[in-house]
């Protein structure tokens, strides 16, 4: 059984950093992708960035480029992701993903785990 439990969102000030955990049971990382999804209030899911657990290649949406980090640790199965110059537009309810299988596609279709999601909100 496959569980994902995201923590280290809450309410931040512009251009604070804080940063994501995803806390992963049951799943393997060798050769899998995971994720990080956001969605605001009254628009769609959008993928935040992704890597690729067996080559550490990473993929970035282009609105966090530079300034998000997603990295994990194999030994505390843990996904991270490291916000940094957060701006209010970050605001979004952000969800940790995995799938099986190493490529890791954009699409939110090909994650089969979901976590609950951890809000971030960031005020100007």
């Known amino acids: 059984h496959v569980q994902l439990v995201e923590s280290g969102g809450g309410s931040v000030q512009a251009g604070g950093s804080p940063r994501l955990s995803c806390a992963a049971s049951?799943?393997?990382?060798?050769?899998?992708?995971m994720a990080w999804f956001r969605q605001a209030p009254g628009k769609e899911r959008e993928g935040v960035a992704r890597?690729?657990?067996?080559?550490?290649?990473?993929y970035y949406a282009d609105s966090v480029k530079g300034r998000f980090t997603i990295s994990r640790d194999t030994a505390k199965n843990t996904l991270y992701l490291q916000m940094n110059s957060l701006k209010p537009e970050d605001t979004a309810m952000y969800y940790c993903?995995?799938?099986?299988?190493?490529?890791?596609?954009?699409?939110?279709?090909?994650?089969?785990?979901w976590g609950q999601g951890t809000q971030v909100t960031v005020s100007s």
């Open positions: 993903a995995a799938r099986v299988g190493s490529y890791c596609y954009r699409d939110s279709g090909y994650f089969g785990y």
């Open positions: 049951g799943y393997t990382y060798n050769r899998n992708c």
């Open positions: 890597i690729a657990t067996g080559s550490g290649n990473t």
